[in-house]
């Protein structure tokens, strides 16, 4: 199994928020955090004990989404917090719903997941076949299987695209789940289900800021121009759940691909989905991050999934900064993010320093020593210049996308990367005149308050010229600037090519 390599960044339903708190505390240690975490804990063991906590009853339109969210708040508490009551209650959970779904026939289990929310289980599959790695027992792995959603799981195992019409965020966290039934069963079916989907999914659905959905809804492949009509485009939880994936895939098949999806989605629509705004009292975050012509964010304190995701978002910018290998001799550098890395299983620190996305620029410090592969990834709008000591350093990005510097490291050796921004446009599949502009990886809109398409004649990328502020550009009499700038002004994130 792949492992996240430890590096450290920027700093509807209480679990949610409390997965944040104790993402934070193991991010910054700030005890705040996890007083707050051993708190709620301690009060849902209470509940349970009391048999006072009855999941799924109540009508709830959704029952074992809500029961995932509390599950995997609680085992992110007992591995990220070291919180073994957490894991007790969690345990208890999971044998209470194999107690509901073990004895159920097949057929009555695929109704159940048929249905439209009501059928949304999150990543329940996915929480299972932890429980089952976490406490060996194989019944967590046979509930996990209950999950699965047999007819859309047949088709992706073959290749066969049918999510036009479905709830995306019903079913992207399903293959996050069959994922981990892959790594915990070695049954590769669900392995292929769930590359067969990403790939349905980017980037024919896909758009400009690393967003998918339309009303909640995926539309027919490669229609992006067809569904951005309206104000209810990229729910913000589906990006999350999407960026999960590609992580997810990435840790069987390292390459960069999965990499650019990931880093696209968080500098655009993840940055952008938290208000540029203090607040002491309301998270200022989205539900939807809508890409039609004059729209404009909604934030606030919503009461949706995405209130909740939305405070996690931004506790988890050091989680896919870099990897090691299972050998532990490869260090993988994936995101240009200052931050500090301790490679403890090697002795090895090394810093990141720069500002990204902001600049485009980056220095890796080492301290300690020793031989390993660094692996720094080529993003795929630019051209990576590498300087090793000083020294221009030749490197040629392998099949996996990454460029590759073998040696034995040593305290003081000086990695700095360029990675030279340029202005580029991008048509939509659908409709080649109609495009959207980037400035190496950030998404670039249009602020305009028509609420028709927004004309630019000629060439965006010759007519524009220097805005007032850093990274911002004027074309046509049109101010563009960087998408995770996040404020309530309207704006274009695609423009008709005249």
Not at 99 to 122: K, T, V
Not at 313 to 324: A, C, L, M
Not at 383 to 402: E, I, W
Request: proline fraction near 5%; aromatic fraction near 10%; hydrophobic fraction near 35%.
């Amino acid at each position: 199994m792949w492992a996240f390599a430890g590096g450290v960044g920027p700093g509807r339903v209480w679990s949610r928020r409390d997965r944040a708190g104790h993402r934070a505390w193991a991010g910054n240690g700030e005890q705040v955090f996890k007083d707050k975490l051993d708190y709620i804990v301690a009060g849902l063991k209470e509940c349970q004990d009391a048999w006072a906590a009855r999941v799924g009853q109540g009508g709830a339109s959704a029952p074992y989404y809500t029961c995932h969210k509390i599950m995997r708040g609680l085992l992110d508490a007992h591995t990220l917090a070291g919180n073994a009551t957490a894991l007790a209650v969690a345990r208890g959970m999971g044998e209470w719903v194999h107690s509901r779904l073990g004895h159920l026939p097949r057929a009555q289990l695929d109704r159940m997941w048929s249905l439209y929310i009501a059928g949304e289980y999150g990543g329940m599959n996915e929480i299972m076949a932890d429980l089952h790695a976490l406490t060996g027992n194989p019944t967590f792995l046979e509930t996990a299987r209950c999950f699965d959603n047999t007819a859309l799981l047949a088709d992706c195992v073959a290749g066969l695209d049918s999510l036009d019409g479905r709830h995306a965020n019903q079913h992207i966290p399903q293959f996050l789940g069959y994922l981990r039934l892959f790594e915990e069963s070695g049954e590769t079916r669900y392995r292929t289900a769930a590359a067969n989907f990403f790939d349905m999914v980017v980037p024919h659905r896909t758009y400009a800021h690393g967003g998918t959905g339309q009303g909640e809804i995926f539309r027919k492949r490669d229609v992006i121009a067809g569904s951005i009509v309206n104000t209810t485009n990229a729910e913000t939880c589906a990006a999350y759940n999407m960026m999960k994936l590609a992580r997810g895939l990435f840790f069987h098949t390292p390459h960069a691909r999965y990499l650019d999806h990931h880093e696209k989605t968080l500098v655009n629509q993840i940055l952008g989905s938290r208000r540029d705004a203090n607040s002491t009292e309301d998270p200022l975050v989205t539900y939807m991050v809508p890409v039609g012509p004059g729209v404009r964010r909604g934030y606030g304190n919503i009461g949706t999934c995405c209130g909740g995701t939305g405070l996690e978002n931004h506790t988890k910018f050091q989680d896919t900064i870099y990897f090691r290998s299972p050998a532990d001799d490869t260090l993988y550098v994936n995101l240009f993010i200052a931050s500090t890395l301790r490679w403890d299983s090697r002795g090895v620190t090394v810093t990141q320093t720069g500002d990204f996305p902001r600049t485009d620029t980056s220095t890796l410090t080492v301290t300690g020593s020793g031989r390993f592969d660094l692996r720094l990834r080529v993003p795929s709008w630019a051209a990576l210049t590498v300087t090793l000591n000083g020294s221009p350093c030749t490197t040629t990005p392998g099949a996996d996308g990454y460029a590759s510097i073998l040696r034995t490291w040593r305290t003081g050796d000086r990695v700095e990367l360029r990675f030279p921004y340029r202005l580029r446009t991008t048509p939509t599949v659908d409709d080649q005149s109609l495009q959207s502009l980037s400035y190496g990886p950030l998404a670039l809109i249009g602020k305009s308050s028509r609420t028709d398409t927004l004309p630019i004649p000629g060439d965006p990328v010759a007519g524009a010229t220097p805005g007032p502020r850093p990274l911002t550009f004027t074309v046509n009499g049109t101010l563009f600037e960087p998408f995770h700038l996040a404020d309530t002004n309207p704006y274009h994130a695609y423009f008709r090519r005249v």
